[in-house]
């Protein structure tokens, strides 16, 4: 019975993963089919379709599919769009809105490859056009066949002729965007999967040019010419009234009329107005943000604290994040950070926490800590300017719904606890009645990153223990590299509270799990999580085993990456 379980477990694990997949390509498939079959049936293209076969069908038939998907490839990314998304239906289907939120990224993605692979499909097809189109010339049709006789060189088609060029460089565009958008070269060449990805442009720019040329025309007459008149003698023609009536003239062609531009140009202007609007926003007066602190922190991260320069308080939510550029560093890149410190009636400013990670962070970290030693080997006295930034934002995220959930368990990996210090914070400073039980896992790799935030999770600690709730928030801290109980005595000895929750090593998720499966039978518990890319498959794999325990595990995770 076990293994039935477990195969059933792993099926429907399955099935819910690749749901979007199969849907959005069934989707594509659907509309594949139905462009083919009216090119494949349709007399208008009957002469086309005999020079070039199926080969005009498949190009024609992808056609479609590549349209609808760069009309929807932007809408994940435009950030006013989720917004949008997030005023008018946070209250009607928050638990939909969250999935949709957690699965920008991924929606993304899928049409990200799935543009890749019909456009490869794509032009091979129209690479068999080509020669067939040389193939199989006829001098009867000049009108209608790309090439100018059967003696024309097909590298001049493909290479020297506008929609060539043009498909050439769309399609070399594309490639060159999916490659530099690994997660190795994101992670490491920011810069590079940047202004490779700003590509785009020029693809939308070919797209819109490449079906300029009219190659792809149909019969206009097929009332006064059926098809095959051509295969009848003119003795024959002449000699039946008939006949002569079905093929009256001879066939007439034409360019149809393009309107399919229509779809990848209400995408792209969709994603343009989102950037004309967040770039007059970040720009205007009212957004407009000082810098009030910068230092470097221990475990090479970065503190800011930047303040609002309008009067009126902004609203922010815990857990909600912002778009930063550093205009010193790159007047083109925005980077997300989660917000660590709201705007209080007091001060309207927010903290920011920024670990070192690629090239952008790495170029921060070295001007603040450089400007920080000048300060100390000038006796206090700065001698540069202060760093200036732009905000876009504030944005809804994942963990914007974590105030909503009566039991949540956060894990955080490294700098990922920072969408937790909102609510940390929160707790800290107002008596808010959920979540009523708070379960917080933090694992890091060096001992200094534990200092970020080890004084609010000590003060929230002895604030509910006070408050005889010392099972209010439950903590475990976990060490994974070079563990010393010496450096951990002198860090956190004024400390019991965090010294006493560090564990050597990985958290065994078993142990975890069992334990919140034993707490909360037969209730509703939200598990969220921000880390790497394993850290989440590995919570979402065990949230999932032991949803069959009696516990309901919700699960939501947060990533920039």
Request: aromatic share 14%; charged share 20%.
């Amino acid at each position: 019975m076990e293994r039935v379980n477990k195969i059933y477990h792993s099926s429907r694990n399955f099935m819910f993963k690749y749901i979007i997949a199969l849907l959005w390509t069934g989707f594509n498939f659907v509309v594949f089919c139905k462009a083919f079959s009216n090119y494949h049936q349709d007399v208008e293209y009957y002469y086309l379709s005999r020079i070039l076969g199926n080969g005009l069908c498949v190009s024609r038939g992808t056609a479609p599919v590549l349209n609808v998907t760069m009309a929807l490839i932007t809408l994940p990314t435009c950030k006013t769009f989720n917004l949008l998304l997030h005023k008018l239906f946070g209250r009607w289907s928050m638990r939909l809105l969250v999935h949709y939120l957690e699965k920008t990224k991924v929606l993304h993605l899928i049409l990200g490859y799935s543009l890749l692979i019909v456009a490869l499909v794509h032009s091979v097809a129209h690479f068999v056009n080509i020669v067939n189109f040389v193939d199989n010339y006829d001098v009867r049709y000049r009108e209608i066949n790309w090439a100018n006789g059967p003696d024309d060189n097909i590298m001049r088609l493909l290479f020297a002729t506008p929609t060539g060029f043009s498909g050439c460089i769309m399609l070399v565009t594309l490639v060159a965007m999916a490659y530099l958008a690994r997660r190795s070269v994101r992670d490491r060449f920011y810069n590079s999967f940047f202004t490779s990805h700003h590509l785009f442009l020029i693809f939308y720019g070919m797209m819109f040019y490449h079906p300029l040329s009219n190659i792809i025309k149909h019969q206009t007459n097929t009332d006064k010419h059926k098809i095959m008149c051509d295969l009848v003698d003119n003795v024959t023609l002449h000699s039946n009234e008939d006949l002569l009536v079905l093929c009256e003239e001879p066939p007439q062609f034409a360019a149809g009329i393009k309107r399919a531009w229509i779809w990848p140009l209400t995408g792209l202007l969709i994603y343009l107005l989102d950037i004309s609007f967040r770039y007059l926003s970040s720009h205007a007066e009212r957004y407009r943000i000082a810098t009030v602190q910068a230092y470097a922190m221990a475990g090479h991260a970065v503190h800011l604290r930047l303040q609002f320069c309008r009067k009126s308080r902004v609203k922010i939510l815990p857990g909600q994040y912002v778009l930063l550029q550093c205009p010193a560093i790159s007047t083109l890149e925005w980077h997300p950070f989660t917000i660590t410190e709201l705007p209080t009636e007091d001060r309207n400013d927010i903290t920011l926490t920024i670990k070192v990670r690629g090239d952008w962070t790495e170029e921060l970290y070295g001007r603040v800590a450089q400007r920080e030693q000048c300060k100390r080997n000038l006796g206090g006295i700065d001698p540069y300017r202060r760093i200036e930034f732009l905000l876009d934002g504030p944005y809804p995220s994942v963990m914007s719904n974590m105030l909503d959930c009566k039991r949540i368990l956060f894990i955080g990996a490294g700098v990922g606890i920072t969408p937790f210090v909102t609510i940390m914070r929160l707790l800290l400073s107002t008596n808010v009645d959920q979540p009523a039980r708070v379960h917080l896992v933090w694992i890091a790799r060096s001992l200094e990153t534990f200092l970020w935030f080890a004084d609010e999770i000590a003060r929230l600690q002895e604030k509910f223990w006070s408050q005889n709730k010392p099972d209010r928030f439950w903590v475990k801290l976990y060490w994974t590299q070079n563990y010393d109980e010496h450096l951990l005595a002198e860090c956190f000895g004024d400390m019991p509270s965090i010294k006493s929750r560090m564990h050597r090593g990985r958290p065994n998720w078993n142990d975890v799990f069992i334990d919140l499966v034993t707490l909360y039978p037969k209730k509703s518990v939200s598990v969220f999580s921000c880390g790497p890319k394993e850290l989440t498959k590995e919570i979402r794999l065990k949230c999932k085993e032991y949803n069959k325990h009696g516990c309901k595990l919700s699960y939501f995770h947060e990533g920039f990456g």
